[in-house]
């Protein structure tokens, strides 16, 4: 989770422009972002490795805490993840396995964990990213409005409101909502993604579309407040200007002035910001998904922790910090798109 | 209360040669403008007046934080929210500071346009400058689309770019041609006045001398009037007929620009000359350059003259009276004690200039802290003439 | 007067600055104020709450009583007055937020000082694994933490504290290298002052005021995620907290069957409390970074 103070602005793309002679300084720029990225994804391949092996001692000791397990059991766990090989053989193993995303048996489904990701990643991607645009649209026009008319009575109200949001637990946002409009009011489905016996590509949609309502509303207050919050600060930014002199000597109308200069401008940092903090989506889709149980990867996270189910636990790790890795890596490619002055 | 310049003393100059009141494009007139804070408020400008003839140019000079740039802006309103203005800006005979908005949207840059300072800044960086030369024309209805995009490349080459420039972004040109793109941005509209905020500053000496004969070719060519501002005197005095010299948010010397720089009359005036010699000038080489001291700190200006704590011929009376811009010799006027005979220091109820006027100095020596005492110097213009 | 008392006349009379300045800060002062009512509720606790009234077997209320004059906010699936369970919560969650937030407000501090003072590579490599950190998703991470070790506030607070250090580690590098680029700094490196005396006496003074204001709104995040942890079944069963609250409604049904007096009261309490310390943190960055006065 980051502050919706927007502290820790990131290193925007121009440094990687200063480059030795002979190599295009695009190439160097995008080499030099892909391998960042391809050194991050490996830092957490091994973090995920030595987290659930090394640090406990014994993971399945660990990860059956407070269970009764046979033996057995644990003898099969041991060799089910292959803990009976020597350490590096492990590390080995894994990492084949990772490179040809083969992330073993799952202990509670007994299918291959790659196969739950594949048949849960669609819901999780509908959802999450739903959300995120939703809440982006709605976090860019809030924060502009708001840093435009800083301090008026608008801008109060809507930042008070922002961080009245980002205050709340998005899981407890998710139950106060299920109790008040879906068991209680009946207006909504209390869970899932799409009812029995439901036919029709158009009734499918319309179905899944009315159980998204709640998750989506939920992911949005919780995450709209980080975008407003740094699009206001990026427009404050730009407010003094010269630019924006310029363009009300022109004769521009202050909401053009505010269109067509000030808010392209302050989107660019925006952006890069967006994309950093995806952290906090990561987060509100493994709440979100569990309490409205959207059969998505959240939810299939949650259910490892409970059994605890090592191999899935361990993969949706990787999976959820290599897809942040990847967003923010994605965000560098972008970045050159949007702002002639890294494009050159 | 402090006491801005009366309305007619540059407006009513004594050599109305070229002065016909009704033929000026622009007038400013007793023009003050003060920024609200948290500290009160602090006077930017204190009761500015001039005036340009269509065709003529006129120079602005002082040091940064003189109110220089705050006199261009308020010309368009462009000043923040926490400015207060008061005076009049009458520019083609119609009050810039009393119009409605949408008629002000209409004078903006076609009636006056402003090259500002440091081109780096003031062109959006993430539109194609083509683009934004050509926005005016668009807002302002002169052009549809297609034709603004030709009159952007006919306004480019006309400034020494060419046209293909247009599909640059404004970090892809170089100092001066981003200033190129400027007075081409500028010039769209076929203004009748352009305000040039330091046109020239942060570019080095060979780019100032094509910058600065540009503008002149085409002020020439155009028949527009200029306002140039700068803190270099040279510069001014090379490209303007008629010279201004501000300090403290108030116009200090006016004269043909000729002779303000040879020979300033006012001490800050000729301070300023001082600081920027002009090449191969023997006599500038022996004047005393620099001023000891930073421009004050317009919260807690001075009494009497704002610039006597830096001045080197500072008298004694100078801490008590606030001078007014006088007549200073055909044509000019200065805002200093020195430049009065004594009759018309009596006149104007100036104190005599004679050191050790003890029984004098007993009423006077403690002025007031609103600034009652120190004596209110008007001119009797029949005086002056 | 002597130079120390002559620092501390000087030191004194800053403080005295800021207090009015935070004093100015309506939003500031407001969640200050709640901080201290429910900061007093959570240390008085055990004056009017006993231990038998919120274990599991001891308590004499009915099974899931509404609101009523017995239990202003009703009971849960033991009987136990939920405002009892509430304010006793506020221990925990308290408790937690603050020590979780300085553990990683000092770990960030510490590597942001070293980053920051000592530069190049060293600085460099410390910022990559800093970046590292800092995009990584801190829910999963801390997650995979409080799943690994044993059960308890302990686990809790450390994976709390590991995972949300980043951002203070930037603000704190960026502050350093705004400190070392006074000339003050160069005086005491040219008197002989080594890096531990430039660092401990120079930079980390200058440095405090923005750590604190970064600590307060760290609380808020720390108490946020000691919530979701222990939501999601990561915390430790024998301690009452408002996250472990909301689970054992949600386990009891109450979602279901509509007791929302269950759910409501520890879910309003941490929002309350959460924005309660960003307010706080807002006003306290305001204060004593002007030039970040009027930014978010």
Wanted: aromatic share 6%.
């Amino acid at each position: 989770m980051d502050t919706p103070s927007g502290a820790g602005r990131p290193a925007a793309g121009p440094t990687a422009r200063r480059g030795r002679p002979g190599l295009h300084p695009a190439v160097r720029y995008l080499g030099g972002r892909v391998l960042t990225a391809v050194v991050s994804l490996l830092a957490v391949m091994v973090t995920s490795f030595f987290l659930f092996r090394v640090l406990p001692g014994d993971p399945v000791a660990a990860l059956t805490q407070g269970r009764s397990v046979s033996v057995d059991q644990l003898e099969a766990m041991r060799r089910d993840f292959g803990l009976d090989q020597p350490l590096p053989q492990q590390f080995v193993d894994y990492c084949l396995g990772m490179m040809t995303l083969d992330f073993g048996m799952s202990y509670q489904y007994r299918v291959p964990v790659s196969e739950l990701i594949a048949e849960r990643l669609g819901p999780t991607l509908l959802l999450a990213g739903t959300g995120t645009v939703i809440a982006a649209v709605l976090g860019l026009v809030l924060g502009t409005r708001s840093g435009w008319r800083r301090g008026s009575l608008m801008d109060r109200v809507d930042t008070g409101i922002a961080l009245t949001l980002w205050s709340v637990p998005s899981f407890w946002l998710g139950l106060l909502l299920i109790v008040l409009l879906a068991s209680g009011a009946g207006l909504f489905p209390t869970s899932g993604m799409s009812s029995p016996g439901v036919e029709g590509t158009f009734a499918v949609a319309l179905d899944v579309a009315h159980h998204m309502v709640l998750p989506v509303a939920t992911m949005v207050a919780v995450v709209y407040a980080q975008y407003m919050m740094i699009m206001r600060s990026s427009v404050l930014d730009e407010m003094g200007a010269d630019y924006l002199t310029t363009a009300r000597a022109k004769g521009l109308r202050d909401a053009v002035v505010l269109r067509r200069h000030a808010v392209p401008n302050a989107l660019l940092p925006t952006v890069t910001l967006i994309f950093l903090n995806l952290g906090r989506v990561v987060s509100g889709v493994i709440l979100i998904e569990t309490v409205f149980a959207w059969p998505g990867l959240g939810s299939l996270f949650y259910s490892g922790l409970r059994v605890p189910d090592l191999p899935i636990v361990q993969a949706l790790f990787v999976v959820f910090a290599g897809s942040v890795i990847i967003m923010n890596l994605l965000a560098d490619l972008v970045y050159p798109l949007l702002d002639p002055r890294v494009r050159t | 209360m402090k006491q801005s310049t009366p309305a007619g003393a540059t407006g009513e100059r004594p050599a109305p040669a070229t002065a016909d009141a009704g033929g000026r494009y622009l007038e400013v007139d007793d023009l003050s403008v003060s920024y609200r804070t948290a500290g009160g408020e602090i006077p930017a400008v204190r009761g500015v007046s001039f005036g340009l003839e269509p065709g003529r140019k006129l120079g602005v000079a002082g040091e940064s934080g003189c109110g220089k740039s705050t006199v261009a802006l308020a010309l368009l309103r462009l000043l923040p929210r926490s400015a207060r203005t008061s005076g009049s800006v009458l520019l083609d005979g119609e009050d810039v500071l009393a119009m409605r908005w949408g008629r002000l949207r209409a004078v903006r840059w076609s009636g006056a346009s402003i090259v500002f300072q440091g081109a780096m800044h003031a062109l959006n960086p993430v539109q194609r400058v083509g683009g934004q030369i050509a926005e005016p024309l668009l807002v302002h209805g002169r052009a549809d689309p297609a034709q603004a995009r030709g009159q952007a490349a006919e306004l480019l080459e006309q400034v020494g770019l060419p046209a293909w420039r247009a599909r640059s972004y404004p970090h892809e040109l170089s100092g001066g041609q981003r200033q190129r793109a400027m007075i081409a941005m500028a010039l769209a509209c076929r203004p009748q006045l352009i305000v040039a905020d330091e046109p020239t500053t942060a570019l080095d000496v060979m780019i100032q001398a094509q910058i600065l004969r540009l503008i002149d070719e085409l002020v020439a060519g155009l028949d527009i009037s200029m306002l140039m501002i700068s803190h270099d005197l040279s510069v001014l005095a090379e490209t303007c007929d008629r010279l201004a010299v501000m300090y403290a948010g108030r116009i200090v010397e006016e004269g043909p620009a000729e002779e303000v720089f040879a020979a300033a009359r006012h001490p800050y005036g000729a301070a300023l000359s001082a600081a920027f010699p002009r090449v191969g000038d023997p006599a500038s080489r022996r004047a005393p350059r620099g001023l000891p001291g930073d421009p004050p700190d317009p919260a807690e200006l001075p009494s009497g003259c704002a610039f006597h704590p830096r001045c080197p011929e500072a008298q004694e009376r100078c801490s008590r009276v606030d001078p007014l811009l006088w007549p200073a010799g055909a044509d000019r006027s200065a805002a200093c004690v020195r430049v009065l005979t004594p009759e018309q220091e009596r006149a104007a109820g100036v104190p005599p200039a004679d050191e050790g006027g003890g029984a004098d100095r007993g009423h006077t020596a403690e002025p007031d802290p609103d600034g009652a005492a120190p004596a209110q110097a008007r001119p009797h213009p029949q005086e002056w003439s | 007067m002597s130079r120390a008392a002559l620092v501390w006349t000087r030191r004194r009379r800053a403080l005295a600055g800021y207090a009015r300045a935070f004093a100015g800060n309506r939003g500031g002062m407001a969640g200050l104020a709640v901080l201290a009512l429910i900061g007093l509720a959570a240390l008085t606790a055990p004056l009017f709450v006993d231990d038998a009234a919120l274990s599991h077997t001891g308590a004499e209320g009915g099974r899931f009583q509404p609101p009523g004059l017995d239990h202003p906010l009703g009971t849960d699936a033991f009987g136990r007055s939920v405002l009892d369970l509430v304010v006793w919560g506020a221990r925990i969650s308290l408790t937690v937020g603050f020590l979780a937030a300085f553990a990683s407000v000092a770990l960030g501090t510490l590597i942001g000082v070293v980053a920051g003072h000592y530069g190049g590579w060293p600085g460099n490599v410390l910022m990559r694994v800093t970046d590292w950190f800092a995009v990584l998703p801190a829910l999963v991470m801390a997650v995979a933490l409080a799943a690994v070790m044993s059960r308890s506030t302990l686990t809790i607070i450390i994976a709390i504290g590991v995972t949300a250090w980043p951002t203070t580690a930037r603000v704190v590098r960026a502050q350093t290298l705004a400190v070392e680029a006074r000339p003050f700094i160069e005086r005491a490196r040219a008197l002989g002052g080594g890096h531990a005396h430039v660092m401990l006496r120079h930079v980390l003074p200058n440095v405090m005021p923005v750590v604190l204001a970064q600590t307060t709104l760290l609380v808020a995040e720390a108490i946020l995620m000691e919530a979701t942890l222990a939501f999601l079944g990561l915390g430790d069963a024998g301690t009452i907290s408002w996250g472990g609250i909301i689970e054992e409604a949600r386990n009891a049904g109450a979602v279901s069957s509509g007791i929302w007096w269950y759910m409501i009261p520890p879910g309003v309490a941490i929002a309350v409390v959460a924005l309660s310390f960003t307010m706080c943190g807002r006003a306290l960055e305001g204060v004593l970074n002007p030039r970040q006065r009027e930014r978010p």
